[in-house]
Protein backbone atom coordinates (compact mmCIF):
# COMPACT_ATOMS: atom_id res chain seq x y z
CA UNK A 1 0.00 0.00 0.00
CA UNK A 2 1.39 3.21 -0.74
CA UNK A 3 1.99 5.41 2.14
CA UNK A 4 -0.62 8.50 0.95
CA UNK A 5 -3.41 5.66 0.32
CA UNK A 6 -2.58 4.99 4.13
CA UNK A 7 -3.37 8.50 5.10
CA UNK A 8 -5.41 8.97 8.10
CA UNK A 9 -8.49 10.86 7.13
CA UNK A 10 -9.54 14.15 9.41
CA UNK A 11 -13.35 13.93 10.81
CA UNK A 12 -14.57 17.39 11.01
CA UNK A 13 -18.39 18.67 10.50
CA UNK A 14 -18.82 20.26 7.45
CA UNK A 15 -15.63 19.08 5.82
CA UNK A 16 -14.04 16.28 4.67
CA UNK A 17 -11.23 14.28 2.54
CA UNK A 18 -10.91 11.70 0.29
CA UNK A 19 -7.75 9.87 -0.87
CA UNK A 20 -7.48 8.08 -4.36
CA UNK A 21 -4.39 6.56 -5.01
CA UNK A 22 -1.93 6.97 -6.27
CA UNK A 23 -1.74 10.51 -6.41
CA UNK A 24 -4.97 12.42 -5.81
CA UNK A 25 -6.95 13.88 -3.00
CA UNK A 26 -10.30 15.99 -2.86
CA UNK A 27 -11.34 18.32 -0.16
CA UNK A 28 -15.11 19.00 0.00
CA UNK A 29 -17.33 21.05 2.18
CA UNK A 30 -16.48 23.93 4.32
CA UNK A 31 -13.46 24.78 6.61
CA UNK A 32 -14.47 27.74 9.45
CA UNK A 33 -13.63 26.28 12.46
CA UNK A 34 -11.86 28.34 14.99
CA UNK A 35 -8.41 26.50 14.97
CA UNK A 36 -8.28 24.40 11.54
CA UNK A 37 -4.49 23.84 12.59
CA UNK A 38 -4.89 22.42 15.30
CA UNK A 39 -6.90 19.45 13.54
CA UNK A 40 -5.60 19.41 10.27
CA UNK A 41 -2.15 20.39 10.07
CA UNK A 42 -1.37 17.04 10.97
CA UNK A 43 -3.30 16.09 8.19
CA UNK A 44 -1.56 18.15 5.79
CA UNK A 45 1.46 17.25 7.00
CA UNK A 46 1.12 13.81 6.61
CA UNK A 47 0.05 14.45 2.65
CA UNK A 48 3.18 15.98 2.27
CA UNK A 49 5.10 13.28 4.09
CA UNK A 50 3.65 10.17 1.71
CA UNK A 51 3.91 11.97 -1.03
CA UNK A 52 7.98 12.19 -0.32
CA UNK A 53 7.58 8.72 0.78
CA UNK A 54 6.07 7.59 -2.20
CA UNK A 55 8.47 9.59 -4.50
CA UNK A 56 5.72 10.87 -6.29
CA UNK A 57 6.39 13.71 -9.10
CA UNK A 58 3.14 15.36 -8.49
CA UNK A 59 -0.11 14.95 -6.33
CA UNK A 60 -3.54 16.48 -7.39
CA UNK A 61 -5.64 18.87 -4.89
CA UNK A 62 -9.25 18.82 -6.09
CA UNK A 63 -10.65 21.42 -3.98
CA UNK A 64 -13.59 22.30 -6.63
CA UNK A 65 -15.88 21.14 -3.86
CA UNK A 66 -14.18 22.88 -0.90
CA UNK A 67 -16.59 26.34 -1.26
CA UNK A 68 -15.64 28.26 1.40
CA UNK A 69 -12.50 28.72 3.92
CA UNK A 70 -11.32 31.34 6.69
CA UNK A 71 -8.33 32.58 6.59
CA UNK A 72 -6.87 30.39 8.97
CA UNK A 73 -7.84 27.33 6.96
CA UNK A 74 -5.92 29.13 3.98
CA UNK A 75 -2.86 28.96 6.03
CA UNK A 76 -2.71 25.34 6.00
CA UNK A 77 -2.38 25.52 1.98
CA UNK A 78 0.22 28.72 2.81
CA UNK A 79 2.13 25.77 4.77
CA UNK A 80 1.95 23.15 2.20
CA UNK A 81 3.50 25.35 -0.37
CA UNK A 82 6.22 26.41 2.15
CA UNK A 83 7.10 22.68 3.03
CA UNK A 84 7.02 21.83 -0.90
CA UNK A 85 9.05 24.83 -1.62
CA UNK A 86 12.07 24.20 0.77
CA UNK A 87 11.92 20.33 0.02
CA UNK A 88 15.41 19.29 -1.30
CA UNK A 89 15.22 18.36 -4.67
CA UNK A 90 15.10 14.65 -3.90
CA UNK A 91 11.96 14.91 -1.92
CA UNK A 92 10.54 17.56 -4.37
CA UNK A 93 7.18 17.77 -6.38
CA UNK A 94 4.86 19.47 -8.15
CA UNK A 95 0.86 20.37 -6.12
CA UNK A 96 -1.80 20.58 -8.68
CA UNK A 97 -4.60 22.36 -7.55
CA UNK A 98 -8.03 21.82 -9.37
CA UNK A 99 -9.51 24.90 -8.88
CA UNK A 100 -13.36 26.21 -9.54
CA UNK A 101 -13.19 29.61 -10.89
CA UNK A 102 -16.34 30.85 -10.22
CA UNK A 103 -15.78 30.47 -6.54
CA UNK A 104 -14.32 33.75 -5.18
CA UNK A 105 -11.75 32.34 -2.34
CA UNK A 106 -10.51 30.00 -4.90
CA UNK A 107 -9.93 32.47 -7.74
CA UNK A 108 -8.07 35.10 -5.81
CA UNK A 109 -6.13 32.87 -2.89
CA UNK A 110 -4.64 30.09 -5.53
CA UNK A 111 -3.18 32.83 -7.87
CA UNK A 112 -1.19 34.23 -4.53
CA UNK A 113 -0.67 30.93 -3.20
CA UNK A 114 1.80 29.97 -6.41
CA UNK A 115 3.68 33.21 -6.27
CA UNK A 116 4.94 31.47 -2.67
CA UNK A 117 6.54 28.36 -4.77
CA UNK A 118 5.61 28.95 -8.50
CA UNK A 119 7.70 26.18 -9.82
CA UNK A 120 6.00 23.53 -7.52
CA UNK A 121 2.81 25.12 -7.46
CA UNK A 122 0.68 24.63 -10.84
CA UNK A 123 -3.16 25.71 -10.62
CA UNK A 124 -6.10 23.86 -13.30
CA UNK A 125 -8.60 26.65 -12.93
CA UNK A 126 -12.31 25.47 -14.23
CA UNK B 1 -19.17 60.71 20.24
CA UNK B 2 -17.08 58.73 18.39
CA UNK B 3 -13.62 58.47 18.07
CA UNK B 4 -12.14 57.40 15.27
CA UNK B 5 -9.29 55.45 15.27
CA UNK B 6 -7.75 54.87 11.68
CA UNK B 7 -5.80 57.62 9.55
CA UNK B 8 -9.09 57.69 7.54
CA UNK B 9 -11.89 60.25 8.80
CA UNK B 10 -15.24 58.06 9.93
CA UNK B 11 -17.05 57.14 7.21
CA UNK B 12 -21.08 58.90 7.07
CA UNK B 13 -23.56 56.24 7.91
CA UNK B 14 -25.43 54.27 4.98
CA UNK B 15 -29.21 53.70 5.34
CA UNK B 16 -29.28 50.59 7.93
CA UNK B 17 -30.85 47.25 5.93
CA UNK B 18 -29.92 44.21 8.35
CA UNK B 19 -29.27 44.56 11.58
CA UNK B 20 -28.44 41.04 13.99
CA UNK B 21 -27.53 40.88 17.76
CA UNK B 22 -26.07 37.89 19.04
CA UNK B 23 -23.64 36.48 22.11
CA UNK B 24 -20.43 36.85 21.04
CA UNK B 25 -19.36 33.19 20.47
CA UNK B 26 -17.94 30.95 17.50
CA UNK B 27 -21.20 28.53 17.15
CA UNK B 28 -23.06 31.56 15.82
CA UNK B 29 -20.72 32.59 13.17
CA UNK B 30 -21.51 29.97 10.41
CA UNK B 31 -25.59 31.07 11.18
CA UNK B 32 -25.01 34.49 10.80
CA UNK B 33 -22.60 34.46 7.94
CA UNK B 34 -24.75 32.35 5.45
CA UNK B 35 -27.48 34.30 6.48
CA UNK B 36 -25.90 37.72 5.86
CA UNK B 37 -24.51 35.85 2.41
CA UNK B 38 -28.24 34.78 1.50
CA UNK B 39 -28.86 38.42 2.30
CA UNK B 40 -26.81 39.73 -0.40
CA UNK B 41 -27.68 37.00 -2.52
CA UNK B 42 -31.19 37.93 -2.82
CA UNK B 43 -30.92 41.42 -2.11
CA UNK B 44 -28.40 42.95 -4.58
CA UNK B 45 -27.87 41.39 -7.46
CA UNK B 46 -24.49 42.09 -8.86
CA UNK B 47 -22.43 38.98 -9.37
CA UNK B 48 -20.12 38.05 -6.86
CA UNK B 49 -21.48 40.22 -4.18
CA UNK B 50 -22.75 37.87 -1.79
CA UNK B 51 -19.21 35.82 -1.92
CA UNK B 52 -17.49 38.70 -1.28
CA UNK B 53 -20.02 40.08 1.82
CA UNK B 54 -19.23 36.36 3.01
CA UNK B 55 -15.65 37.03 3.35
CA UNK B 56 -16.21 40.26 4.98
CA UNK B 57 -18.62 38.48 7.92
CA UNK B 58 -16.72 35.38 8.59
CA UNK B 59 -13.19 37.25 9.32
CA UNK B 60 -14.82 40.29 10.80
CA UNK B 61 -16.79 37.86 13.41
CA UNK B 62 -14.17 35.94 13.80
CA UNK B 63 -11.89 39.02 15.15
CA UNK B 64 -15.18 40.24 17.22
CA UNK B 65 -15.68 36.89 18.60
CA UNK B 66 -11.74 36.17 19.68
CA UNK B 67 -11.19 39.49 20.90
CA UNK B 68 -14.51 40.26 22.51
CA UNK B 69 -13.36 41.33 26.47
CA UNK B 70 -14.44 38.71 28.23
CA UNK B 71 -17.75 39.56 29.93
CA UNK B 72 -20.62 37.01 30.19
CA UNK B 73 -22.93 39.78 29.33
CA UNK B 74 -21.57 40.92 25.88
CA UNK B 75 -22.86 41.43 22.29
CA UNK B 76 -21.49 41.36 19.10
CA UNK B 77 -23.91 43.58 16.82
CA UNK B 78 -23.62 43.05 13.10
CA UNK B 79 -25.10 45.71 10.35
CA UNK B 80 -25.15 45.53 6.75
CA UNK B 81 -26.34 48.87 5.04
CA UNK B 82 -26.45 50.66 2.01
CA UNK B 83 -26.66 53.62 0.28
CA UNK B 84 -27.30 51.88 -3.28
CA UNK B 85 -24.05 52.37 -4.38
CA UNK B 86 -21.96 50.90 -1.93
CA UNK B 87 -21.94 47.90 0.58
CA UNK B 88 -21.00 48.75 4.86
CA UNK B 89 -20.42 45.97 7.04
CA UNK B 90 -19.89 46.56 10.44
CA UNK B 91 -19.37 44.64 13.69
CA UNK B 92 -19.79 46.60 16.81
CA UNK B 93 -18.43 44.48 19.83
CA UNK B 94 -16.91 45.27 23.71
CA UNK B 95 -13.16 44.37 22.80
CA UNK B 96 -9.79 44.14 24.47
CA UNK B 97 -8.52 47.64 24.45
CA UNK B 98 -4.95 45.97 23.20
CA UNK B 99 -7.28 44.84 20.23
CA UNK B 100 -8.27 47.89 19.08
CA UNK B 101 -4.47 48.95 18.95
CA UNK B 102 -3.30 46.32 16.94
CA UNK B 103 -6.49 46.38 14.68
CA UNK B 104 -5.30 50.27 13.60
CA UNK B 105 -1.88 49.49 13.35
CA UNK B 106 -2.80 46.79 10.80
CA UNK B 107 -5.45 48.42 9.29
CA UNK B 108 -2.84 51.35 8.31
CA UNK B 109 0.24 48.96 7.67
CA UNK B 110 -2.57 47.62 5.03
CA UNK B 111 -2.95 50.45 3.51
CA UNK B 112 0.17 51.41 2.55
CA UNK B 113 -0.04 48.76 0.07
CA UNK B 114 -2.54 48.04 -3.04
CA UNK B 115 -4.74 44.77 -1.73
CA UNK B 116 -3.13 42.31 -4.16
CA UNK B 117 0.20 43.29 -2.85
CA UNK B 118 -0.43 43.12 0.59
CA UNK B 119 -2.51 40.09 0.23
CA UNK B 120 0.85 38.36 -1.24
CA UNK B 121 2.80 40.18 1.47
CA UNK B 122 0.65 38.63 3.94
CA UNK B 123 1.06 35.19 2.66
CA UNK B 124 4.63 35.44 2.77
CA UNK B 125 4.75 36.60 6.08
CA UNK B 126 2.68 33.59 7.17
CA UNK B 127 5.51 31.18 5.25
CA UNK B 128 8.36 32.65 7.05
CA UNK B 129 6.72 32.55 10.33
CA UNK B 130 5.09 29.27 10.62
CA UNK B 131 4.57 29.51 14.50
CA UNK B 132 3.21 32.67 14.02
CA UNK B 133 -0.49 33.58 13.52
CA UNK B 134 -1.60 33.90 10.33
CA UNK B 135 -2.80 37.46 9.89
CA UNK B 136 -4.22 36.90 6.94
CA UNK B 137 -8.24 37.99 7.36
CA UNK B 138 -7.70 41.63 6.80
CA UNK B 139 -5.87 41.65 3.83
CA UNK B 140 -8.24 38.88 2.33
CA UNK B 141 -11.16 41.20 2.99
CA UNK B 142 -9.42 43.99 0.79
CA UNK B 143 -8.28 41.99 -1.92
CA UNK B 144 -10.94 38.83 -2.09
CA UNK B 145 -13.63 40.90 -0.57
CA UNK B 146 -12.70 43.94 -2.33
CA UNK B 147 -13.49 45.89 0.90
CA UNK B 148 -12.01 48.73 3.07
CA UNK B 149 -12.11 48.73 6.96
CA UNK B 150 -11.79 51.20 9.09
CA UNK B 151 -12.04 50.75 12.89
CA UNK B 152 -13.32 53.39 15.18
CA UNK B 153 -13.65 53.32 19.15
CA UNK B 154 -17.34 53.87 20.34
CA UNK B 155 -18.40 54.51 24.09
CA UNK B 156 -18.10 51.99 26.92
CA UNK B 157 -15.23 50.24 25.03
CA UNK B 158 -17.01 49.19 22.18
CA UNK B 159 -15.05 48.36 19.14
CA UNK B 160 -16.63 49.62 15.42
CA UNK B 161 -15.28 48.47 12.97
CA UNK B 162 -17.05 48.82 9.43
CA UNK B 163 -15.69 47.64 6.03
CA UNK B 164 -17.12 49.13 2.44
CA UNK B 165 -16.72 47.91 -0.87
CA UNK B 166 -18.58 48.90 -4.30
CA UNK B 167 -21.71 47.44 -5.36
Excluded at chain 1, 95 to 112: K, P
Excluded at chain 2, 35 to 48: A, I, L, N
Excluded at chain 2, 127 to 155: D, K, N
Aim: glycine share 4%; net charge negative.
Amino acid sequence: MSALAAVGLPRLDNFSAQITPPATVQFVGVIAIPDPGRVLSTFFAALHRSVTSDGLAEISVDVRHLTFVNSSAIRLFVDWATWVRNASPAESYVIRFRTDRRITWQRTSFSVLQSLAPKAIIIDSE
Amino acid sequence: MNSTTSSKPPRAPAPLLVSVSFRPVWAYIDGVREFGRFFCETTFKQPGLAERAQVVLQETLENAVKYSAPDVDGKLEVEISSDGSELQISTLSHADPEHLKNLREEIDNLRRFDPEAALIAAFARAAHEPEAPARLGLARMRYEGQFELQVSEEPGGNVRVTAVGKL
